[in-house]
């Protein structure tokens, strides 16, 4: 059972490049979640999926683009990567609506140079 | 704005101390509120989640309360050991969408 896995664990790039990270669960959860974690700031969603091909934006989106063509599947892409971008990115999925508690991912360390 | 405040930012007890974790938050509608637990460089485990209709729940040596009119949960962790030392965060769900606000966590160290 592996519940909710994310990859890479980590990943070194270079500004201005595209990035995605990749996000997958074998509970088929309806939820998903994209958060990132970052010191002084803790986490912060960027962005949330209902169900396959319904998805919106959260608190900090600018910068990064999300597709859930499959239920189980849930990446985020960092269309041209700044420097503001490394951190820790967690992925997250919840059964329901907002009753659900919420599984999240062991997390994708990025790290813009 | 809606905000999640977690005091102390960080706690220092003897092994075998009772504890009690704070978080406050200022949406009085929340859905739920979760509390996690997260050890340096993993990810989050979920502990207990508190739906807005109940008042507390219990999970072995920890219970967590709710009290939605001030806007405030505690963590209690009963008879404190080494391996409880890591951060503990609390967050409350916004809408119905079940997206989750954070505080920003209370760093708890125990000592042998």
């Known amino acids: 059972d592996a519940g909710i896995t994310q990859s890479p664990r980590y990943k070194i790039t270079e500004t201005g490049r595209q990035v995605t990270l990749m996000c997958h669960q074998t509970?088929?959860?309806?939820?998903m979640f994209w958060y990132r974690q970052d010191l002084g700031h803790g986490l912060r969603l960027i962005y949330y999926?209902?169900?396959?091909?319904?998805?919106d934006k959260g608190e900090v989106s600018d910068g990064y683009v999300v597709s859930r063509s499959k239920t189980e599947n849930f990446p985020l892409t960092l269309e041209s990567a700044t420097r503001s971008q490394t951190s820790v990115y967690f992925c997250?999925?919840?059964?329901?609506?907002?009753?659900?508690?919420?599984?999240f991912g062991p997390g994708t360390r990025l790290t813009v140079l | 704005k809606q905000e999640v405040t977690q005091i102390p930012a960080a706690l220092s007890v003897p092994e075998g101390e009772n504890l009690v974790l704070n978080c406050s938050f200022t949406?009085?509608?929340?859905?739920?509120l979760q509390w996690f637990r997260q050890d340096p460089g993993k990810g989050l485990t979920s502990l207990l989640l508190?739906?807005?209709?109940?008042r507390e729940q219990t999970s072995g040596r920890l219970n967590a309360s709710l009290d939605k009119s001030s806007g405030r949960s505690t963590l209690y962790i009963a008879a404190s050991q080494p391996g409880d030392s890591a951060t503990y965060l609390c967050?409350?769900?916004?809408?119905?969408?079940?997206?989750?606000?954070f505080g920003q966590g209370t760093t708890l160290q125990v000592k042998p």
């Open positions: 997250a999925s919840s059964p329901g609506q907002g009753f659900s508690e919420q599984f």
């Open positions: 509970w088929s959860h309806s939820y």
């Open positions: 999926s209902a169900a396959a091909d319904i998805t």
């Open positions: 949406d009085s509608a929340i859905y739920n």
């Open positions: 508190i739906q807005s209709s109940q």
């Open positions: 967050a409350h769900g916004s809408g119905n969408t079940g997206k989750l606000i």
